[in-house]
């Protein structure tokens, strides 16, 4: 009889345990379900949206064509990350003339490519600054034109941050990059 209640002891224990394990599983899937949606940042009347890295604080002071974020602090330099909004037209077979134009005094430009930006014929390089009076940096940035728009997406970090820490941040962040359609064509979630 001892026996038999000691199976039946453990076969419940498994069972209360498997019950607990469950409901446990469920409960992390439900949250991070609903914890998992990323928080977009949408710029209605230039028709884009992507997502921020995650802790970074949206600059609100920034002139109409320009969103910046905000992030940490590495070596006395804020880390950053804008887009820019050219609204002189420019053709979609200008591209290169365009990426070309956006020259940075006291830049020098390396690792230039062609890639896309949320679908769209883009180029794509790397900037080391040196301005007299500020600490070196580097940008990375990706030019395109949508609409006979330009768009220019630029993230800037000290000197030595960006291969070592940042480059994944800003892969993701031009990897969430999307254009949002007109009224005219509704918009649909990847």
């Avoid at 949250?31 to 230039?46: D, H, L």
């Avoid at 950053?80 to 002189?88: G, I, Q």
Wanted: aromatic share 14%.
């Amino acid at each position: 009889m001892q026996r038999y209640r000691f199976g039946f002891m453990l076969r419940n224990a498994a069972s209360v345990l498997a019950l607990v394990f469950i409901a446990t599983c469920v409960s992390c899937l439900r949250s991070s379900a609903q914890g998992a949606a990323p928080a977009y940042y949408r710029n209605e009347e230039f028709h884009y949206r992507f997502i921020p890295p995650a802790g970074w604080d949206r600059k609100t002071d920034m002139p109409k064509l320009t969103t910046a974020f905000l992030g940490p602090d590495e070596s006395n330099f804020t880390v950053n990350l804008t887009v820019t909004v050219y609204t002189a037209p420019v053709k979609d077979e200008d591209l290169e003339k365009f990426a070309i134009g956006l020259k940075i005094d006291h830049g020098q430009i390396t690792e230039r490519v062609k890639t896309k930006l949320g679908g769209k014929p883009a180029w794509m390089w790397r900037t080391k600054l040196n301005i007299p009076g500020h600490p070196a940096a580097e940008n990375r940035q990706v030019v395109c034109i949508y609409k006979n728009r330009g768009y220019e997406l630029t993230m800037t970090v000290p000197a030595g941050f960006m291969r070592s820490k940042y480059d994944g941040v800003f892969d993701q962040w031009i990897a969430s990059f999307v254009w949002m359609p007109t009224a005219a064509a509704p918009f649909r979630d990847r």
